[in-house]
């Protein structure tokens, strides 16, 4: 069963970088055809980041995000990344990975999420 | 960019039904079937309850249902059940230029 774990620094400065990853382990992740990152504010609801597919490369962003965000998958590491640019206190949310076997919605699995506070 | 309008809170006693909305326009919900519903208790990940509109996931209880109608799509709980405490987030795919999906702001629901 395909299980996802993000990684990464859980504090971030701001103007810089921050730099996630989720590694996928008891599957392959050519196992699923899109990778998506999704993030929560504390106390708030979701918002959706971006998205990739495995075979085509293709990666489709929310538009409020898409000039800060890059999205990239390794095969060879089993493992899919993020990074956002530039980031201010807006961007303090909790970060999940997911994917899906559905093709309209994120039905998982999903990652248990890493919080990541932008502070100096 | 706005996200779909959920109420903040909903509450039920054991055994009861509740109904959440989500209104959204017709570039998102009104615009085609793509609306999910999530169930998320504190500190987890989200869980698929509902998509396209009313299909239900292998393994979810059959006491969720979810309907549509115009702009608004609707989660119903029926047999209200303690565990059932929860946020409940939708989300649906807005048709734009590009296209992204976009969530709720999420609903609390609360057992008696």
């Known amino acids: 069963q395909v299980q996802l774990q993000e990684s990464g620094p859980g504090l971030v400065k701001p103007s810089e970088t921050l730099s996630l990853t989720c590694a996928v382990s008891g599957g392959s992740i050519t196992s699923r055809n899109w990778w998506t990152w999704v993030r929560q504010p504390p106390g708030k609801g979701l918002e959706w980041i971006g998205e990739t597919h495995q075979v085509t490369g293709t990666t489709n962003y929310n538009p409020s995000l898409q000039s800060r965000v890059t999205l990239s998958l390794d095969k060879s590491k089993n493992e899919f990344s993020l990074k956002v640019n530039s980031v201010n206190a807006a961007d303090t949310a909790v970060y999940y990975c997911?994917?899906?076997?559905?093709?309209?919605?994120?039905?998982?699995?999903w990652g248990q999420g890493t919080l990541v506070i932008v502070s100096s | 960019q706005s996200a779909l309008t959920q109420p903040a809170s909903v509450s039920g006693s054991p055994g009861q039904s509740i109904t959440i909305s989500c209104t959204g326009t017709?570039?998102?919900?009104?615009?085609?079937?793509?609306v999910s519903w999530y169930q998320q208790h504190p500190g987890n990940a989200p869980k698929l309850i509902i998509y396209?509109?009313?299909s239900r996931p292998s393994g979810v209880s059959s006491r969720f249902s979810g309907s549509k109608s115009g702009n608004t799509a609707s989660l119903t709980i029926s047999g209200l059940q303690d565990e059932d405490e929860a946020d409940y987030l939708c989300s649906s795919y807005r048709t734009s230029r590009p296209s992204y999906y976009v969530f709720g702001i999420g609903t609390k629901v609360t057992v008696l």
């Open positions: 396209d509109v009313s």
């Open positions: 997911a994917t899906t076997s559905l093709s309209t919605t994120w039905g998982g699995p």
């Open positions: 017709s570039s998102d919900i009104g615009g085609h079937n793509y």
